[in-house]
Structure formats: C-alpha cells, structure tokens
C-alpha cells in the first residue's frame, strides 16, 4: 500500500525556515516524480515545487529563491526546505505523487502538514 | 486569481448528472492534459482523472472526463451524497508567469 508520510509543520516566524519532511513507502520512491502542493485554510490548491527522479528541481515564481525541494531515495524521503517565510505561506501541505504519465497529476496524496507563519 | 476557471458550486439532486466545467488559455489546457481530484471535507485531495479522460484504479465510472480546446469538463452520474466535495482542475501551464502546475479555484459540489 502506497503511503506518504509528512511531518515537520508548526509555528514559525516571519522571516523565519522550516524543513518539512515526506516519509515514501509502498512503491519504489526512486522511480517517481514528487510534488510537494499546498493549501491556506478555505482556499485552494496551490503547487509548490517538484523534483524529477534525476534530481531535476522546479518551483513557481511565489517560492523560487526561498524553498528548496530535495530527496534521499536511500531513506524513501522527500524534502521541502523553507527559507524566509512569510504570512502567505501560512498552508497545509501535502507531499504527492506524480502518476508518471508525463502530465502532472498526482495520483497518492500525504494527510498533509500544518505550516503557520506568524509572530 | 486562479489561473484556470471553475464555477464556485454546482448542485443537483442524488441520482442525478452535474458537470463542471474548467476554463484555461493555450499555454495550460490548450497544450496539456488536464486532472481532475476530489477533495472531501477535511481530508486531502484524491485524484480521480487523469490524462484529461482517465480513471485510476478504485474510481468508478461515474466519473468521466474529457476536453475541447482550452476547456475541461468533469461529468459525475448517478450522484450520491458521498459525492458532496470540492473539486478541482489542474494542468501544466507553460508561460512564462505560470511555468508549472496549476489548478482552478475548486468547485463545492452539493447534493441536495
């Protein structure tokens, strides 16, 4: 059974970094792509970075600069480093799994980790 | 402001169809495939199309996909209240403001 693990939420200050974790099992994480999506309270989906099985990265002009997706296929694990954060990236967010289509979906989901930023 | 357009809501009544529709541009939908996921209250979002007309494993065929140009549309038949969720588009988006997945702004499906 596929499962996505996240952990490494909380509550952070303005300016302040956080690193999130995703804990893969399941499936041989090393032949996927993974995303990591997020989600402000009430609010929709929002991709937040992606990183191919060849350690190819990408993110959208909102994080570029200041998160860092990562991964250790010898631990099944991904990564999400957040540097600078402000209110805005105040989200739930979930790790995911590209179907390997070629058309970024994601087909398994995390329960997903709180991050708030406030002072 | 989504980059792709969805309805706010849609509703009808169990045993009925809805469709929802997904609005993009040539640099999104036009050129790439689209997904559809559910999201029901308090839980994270499952995929249930892909490859603008695909059904993972698990998902009934009630629920269908297809596109036309810079539009998507997600049909569900025979509606359950177990269906009532949000429901979002997404796709890649090759411009070069977007330059990466996007979704549309969800749309609450009730079943009245």
């Known amino acids: 059974e596929v499962q996505l693990v996240e952990s490494g939420g909380g509550l952070v200050q303005p300016g302040g970094s956080l690193r999130l974790s995703c804990a893969a099992s399941?499936?041989?994480?090393?032949?996927?792509?993974m995303h990591w999506v997020r989600q402000a309270t009430g609010k929709g989906l929002e991709w937040v970075s992606a990183?191919?099985?060849?350690?190819?990265?990408y993110y959208p002009g909102s994080v570029k600069g200041r998160f860092t997706i990562s991964r250790e296929n010898a631990k099944n694990s991904l990564y999400l480093q957040m540097n600078s954060l402000r209110a805005g990236d105040t989200a739930v967010y979930y790790c995911?799994?590209?179907?390997?289509?070629?058309?970024?979906?994601?087909?398994?989901w995390g329960q997903g980790t709180l991050v708030t930023v406030s002072s | 402001q989504s980059v792709l357009t969805q309805p706010p809501s849609v509703s009808a009544a169990p045993g009925q169809k809805v469709t929802i529709s997904c609005s993009g541009s040539s640099s999104n939908i036009g050129n790439n495939y689209v997904s559809w996921y559910q999201q029901l209250p308090g839980t994270a979002p499952k995929l249930l199309i892909y490859?603008?007309?695909k059904r993972p494993s698990g998902i009934p065929d009630r629920f269908s996909g297809s596109k036309s140009g810079t539009s998507a549309t997600l049909g569900i038949t025979g509606l359950q209240t177990g269906d009532e969720a949000d429901y979002y588009c997404g796709t890649w988006d090759s411009s070069l403001s977007a330059g990466g997945v996007v979704f549309g702004g969800g749309t609450k499906l009730t079943v009245l």
């Open positions: 490859d603008n007309n």
């Open positions: 995911a799994r590209d179907t390997g289509s070629g058309s970024m979906a994601f087909d398994y």
């Open positions: 990183i191919g099985t060849a350690g190819d990265t």
């Open positions: 399941g499936f041989t994480f090393s032949s996927y792509d």
